[in-house]
């Protein structure tokens, strides 16, 4: 089959790809990514190639675009057992609805069954060892979105091959870490560690470096006991050869110095906001016009 025939295919037809990074013991996930991106870096036009691109080769300035790019080699569920269960293999529990919707029929019973769940949870972590009590911890996997044209005209230019070497990309395109933290992430943690928090549960974050640099300062507590979200951040670092994504450092907050870190700035007093206000005013900028509404003779 031709790549145009291939092209001209439903995806439901096309042959699926496995997701590399999460080939762990028995699982053989497939990508569900459109071209398989799941990680993006720097590029910088090169004069010395006659434009064409260059790579950066610091493993650090990876930005990881796909939550499963986490999954690597199983380091992350290992590393989170290990430090907040005390269980270096947990059983993982995938996508476990935490929110059910209200009943909005008047006929409902309280006690009716509903089947549809929201909000869910991306990971629960158990401990495998039978226990009166079950013991396991939350886990939210951030990736980071990113801003700017698709991909298609990139895949395109790379199909037609009439270039040499790696050519710059046509578009642009930038880690979003607003759209990724404060705005994304931060009403999960804010909806669900509360209830985690009653029950006495705990909410494991993994982000990459590149995530964690974005975030603004944040206290931290001194154990485990004393956290609300524990943040597992992730580093890049070449192996062997090639890129591999490891464990790095662990941060303990409570949920509100996490809100903080994730809003990244403080707000400006009063006075400065009001003189913000003025100015808009006085440029006409921003400003909306009321509109007359003609009352019925």
Not at 35 to 45: E, M, N
Not at 123 to 129: C, K, S, T
Not at 243 to 261: D, K, M, N
């Amino acid at each position: 089959m031709t790549l145009a025939q291939l092209q001209a295919l439903p995806k439901s037809e096309r042959d699926r790809m496995v997701c590399p990074p999460g080939l762990v013991g028995d699982l053989h996930p497939f990508c569900n990514k459109e071209g398989g991106v799941c990680s993006i870096r720097k590029y910088v036009r090169s004069v010395e190639t006659d434009g064409q691109a260059w790579i950066s080769t610091l493993p650090n300035e990876l930005v990881t675009v796909c939550p499963s790019r986490f999954l690597e080699a199983g380091r992350l569920f290992s590393w989170i057992g290990e430090t907040m269960l005390g269980a270096s293999s947990p059983v993982v529990v995938g996508e476990v609805g935490f929110l059910t919707p209200p009943m909005t029929d008047a006929n409902d019973e309280p006690t009716k069954t509903r089947k549809e769940d929201v909000g869910r949870i991306d990971n629960i972590l158990v401990a495998p060892e039978e226990t009166e009590r079950l013991e396991w911890c939350a886990l939210e996997i951030q990736a980071v979105y990113f801003s700017g044209s698709g991909m298609g005209t990139e895949y395109a230019r790379l199909r037609e091959g009439e270039e040499t070497g790696i050519p710059f990309p046509v578009g642009q395109r930038r880690p979003d870490f607003r759209s990724s933290g404060p705005k994304r992430l931060m009403p999960q943690l804010q909806i669900k560690v509360p209830t985690l928090r009653r029950w006495g549960k705990k909410m494991a974050v993994v982000v990459d470096e590149a995530f964690f640099g974005a975030m603004g300062k944040m206290d931290t507590v001194n154990d485990v006991s004393n956290c609300d979200v524990a943040w597992f951040v992730m580093k890049y670092q070449e192996v062997g050869g090639e890129i591999a994504l490891l464990p790095h450092e662990v941060h303990l907050t409570t949920l509100e110095r996490a809100v903080e870190g994730l809003t990244c700035g403080e707000p400006v007093s009063l006075g400065e906001f009001e003189k913000r206000i003025i100015a808009k005013i006085e440029r006409g900028s921003g400003a909306v016009q009321p509109v007359e509404v003609p009352t019925d003779q």
